[in-house]
């Protein structure tokens, strides 16, 4: 990566696939939100989802690589498919800062999950250590509870984009047309390969 140090938002998720939604709060993260980058950590295995849905990693790789190619300010990474599963994200935030010593690492999550954060493997540890940057999103059954906890956590102003991988699959499946919701090269990658079908 480039030598300076930059502040890095990380965009956790399986991307399964990626589409709009993702590509365009990623980008008012690096345009709007005070990052200089955002890296797409594209997750091989999330305890809480079914393995079957997923596309193996090296394709879901390959559709981030191809939706982030001409955002030189969106990156992805693979840095979780050669960490042990399941992917913890203080792990995943432990290896990279040991790799990337110059950078200041930053966690982008929406809203729900702040929600559950004290749920998350070492979170004193994460909050201790890195900022959280928090997108709004509609979701059920908001629950009352006190959010405040220590360390730095930046409420973004990002758009809601209702857009969800899961629609997208199932959209496909049925033979619907949807690409206005996806980039043209990950559109055509889908297609060619015949996946989600």
Do not use: C
Not at 144 to 156: A, E, K, Y
């Amino acid at each position: 990566m480039d030598g300076k140090g930059k502040t890095i938002g990380l965009f956790f998720g399986t991307f399964n696939p990626i589409h709009l939604g993702h590509l365009n709060l990623a980008h008012y993260f690096a345009e709007f939100g005070g990052l200089d980058q955002v890296w797409f950590v594209i997750t091989p295995l999330n305890p809480l989802k079914s393995k079957q849905s997923l596309l193996p990693d090296i394709h879901r790789a390959a559709l981030v690589e191809q939706a982030v190619e001409k955002y030189p300010r969106l990156k992805a990474s693979r840095i979780e498919f050669n960490l042990p599963q399941p992917n913890y994200t203080a792990t995943t935030l432990a290896h990279l800062q040991e790799q990337f010593p110059e950078h200041q690492f930053a966690l982008i999550l929406g809203e729900d999950n702040l929600y559950g954060f004290r749920k998350w493997k070492n979170y004193h540890w994460i909050l201790e250590h890195f900022p959280l940057y928090v997108y709004p999103r509609h979701f059920e059954g908001k629950p009352h509870q006190d959010l405040s906890m220590p360390g730095t956590i930046h409420r973004v102003d990002a758009p809601v984009f209702e857009i969800s991988a899961t629609f997208i699959r199932q959209a496909i499946k049925e033979g619907r047309d949807i690409r206005p919701m996806l980039p043209e090269s990950v559109w055509t990658y889908i297609d060619e390969m015949n996946f989600y079908k």
